[in-house]
C-alpha cells in the first residue's frame, strides 16, 4: 500500500475503493469521505474542520454495524450489544414524505426495536456517555420483548 501514499487523491480513492464491498462504498459516498495519503478517511465538510473517521485497514476489517457506530461515535458497549443483538432491529431511515421506512444497514439512521416497535436515534445512543444509563436502556428493550 505504500504506492497509494505517493497517489492524488482521485487516483488513491479509485484504488482504495476497489477493496470495498458495496455497502461499504454507499456510507463513504453517504458520509462524503475522502482517503488521506495516510490512508485514513476523513470528513471535509465546509466550515469545519477535517475530521479523521477511520483508517482504511479498519473500513476493510470491519462489517458495516461496526463501522457505522464508528462514524456515529459509539461506544464498544454500545457496538457489542447491538452486535449481540441486531436480528431485534430493523433499520430506519426517515423520509420526509413516508415518514419511517426500513432500510439497509449501512444507510440506518435509527433502529426500531421488533418487539416494541419503538425507534431509536444513533444520535440519541451517541448521547449517552454513562454506561449505567446504556444498560437501563437495554434492560427496558429487553423488558418489552417479555411482555409481548
Not at 480513492?13 to 453517504?30: F, T
Request: aromatic share 12%; glycine share 4%.
Amino acid at each position: 500500500m505504500g504506492d497509494l501514499r505517493k497517489l492524488d487523491q482521485e487516483s488513491r480513492d479509485d484504488l482504495l475503493k476497489k477493496q470495498l464491498s458495496i455497502e461499504k462504498l454507499k456510507i463513504i459516498e453517504k458520509f462524503g469521505l475522502e482517503s488521506t495519503p495516510n490512508l485514513s478517511w476523513v470528513s471535509r465538510r465546509e466550515n469545519s474542520h477535517e475530521q479523521m473517521i477511520f483508517k482504511h485497514s479498519y473500513l476493510v476489517k470491519n462489517d458495516i454495524l461496526r463501522i457505522l457506530f464508528r462514524i456515529n461515535k459509539l461506544c464498544f458497549a454500545k457496538v457489542n450489544y447491538f452486535s449481540k443483538n441486531i436480528e431485534k432491529f430493523e433499520p430506519q431511515i426517515y423520509d420526509y414524505e413516508n415518514g419511517f421506512i426500513e432500510t439497509e444497514l449501512w444507510n440506518a439512521e435509527f433502529l426500531k426495536h421488533l418487539g416494541s416497535g419503538k425507534l431509536i436515534d444513533l444520535r440519541y445512543l451517541q448521547s449517552i456517555t454513562d454506561i449505567e444509563i446504556f444498560r437501563e436502556l437495554c434492560f427496558y428493550l429487553e423488558s418489552l420483548e417479555e411482555v409481548l
